[in-house]
């Protein structure tokens, strides 16, 4: 059963730094492209960052460019995020998924595995 | 940035009646369009990916349609447990992905 688990939230000061994970199990987490997507209290799903399988390709909104970085380590199956200079509109549940395949076993980017979420409050 | 438009925002339903829920993209993304439910508190489940190609265990009341840059979700006979939100989402071209604003289903 694929499983996505994040922990690392909480409450932090504007400015302050956070870092979030995510343990992934029951898939070949090495194989497959992960994504953050945030969603502010009240509001709709933002994508945040992708990273590749390897670990060599990453990308990110522009809302979070410069502030955030995004990582993997393969070999303990955990997806991270590490977030700098956090801002009052970064205050939101941020969840992990991972990139979904077709009828084909070609790679997308939809999101049938989410994690359940973890809530980043940033607020002094 | 491509813009993912839902309309409605919100709207109300009975039990039994047939939806439609529309997302238009600000430029063509082909087929390459999901739907996901969301209930309070809970992460977001797939229910149609490639526009029309139903995940697997979504029940079938539920189908997508459209291509290029004007999409429908459409459930035939609603049920109580589809009172939610429901946000479409383009995977055509990022950075950056974009979803829809959402669309909530409330009950009449």
């Known amino acids: ?124 | 940035a491509i813009r993912m438009t839902q309309s409605p925002s919100s709207f109300s339903a009975s039990t039994g009646d047939r939806v439609t829920i529309t997302c238009r993209a600000s430029q063509g993304i082909s087929s390459y369009l999901a739907w996901y439910q969301q209930k309070p508190g809970k992460a977001p489940k797939l229910l149609i990916y490639a526009a029309s190609t139903l995940q697997s265990g979504v029940p079938s009341r539920f189908s997508g349609s459209g291509s290029g840059t004007d999409f429908t979700l459409t459930i035939s006979c609603l049920q109580s447990e589809d009172f939610a939100t429901y946000y479409c989402q383009q995977y055509y071209s990022y950075p950056p992905l974009t979803f829809g604003g959402g669309t909530k289903v409330e009950i009449k």
């Open chain 1, 1 to 124: 059963e694929v499983q996505l688990v994040e922990s690392g939230g909480g409450l932090v000061q504007p400015g302050g730094s956070l870092r979030l994970s995510c343990a992934a199990s029951g898939f070949t987490f090495s194989s497959y492209w992960m994504h953050w997507v945030r969603q502010a209290p009240g509001k709709g799903l933002v994508w945040v960052s992708r990273i590749n399988s390897d670990g060599s390709s990453t990308s990110y909104a522009d809302s979070v460019k410069g502030r955030f970085t995004i990582s993997r380590d393969n070999a303990k199956n955990t997806l991270y995020l590490q977030m700098n200079s956090l801002r009052a509109e970064d205050t939101a549940v941020y969840y992990c998924a991972r990139e979904g395949r077709d009828t084909r076993g070609s790679y997308y980017s939809f999101f049938v595995y989410w994690g359940q979420g973890t809530l980043v409050t940033v607020s002094s």
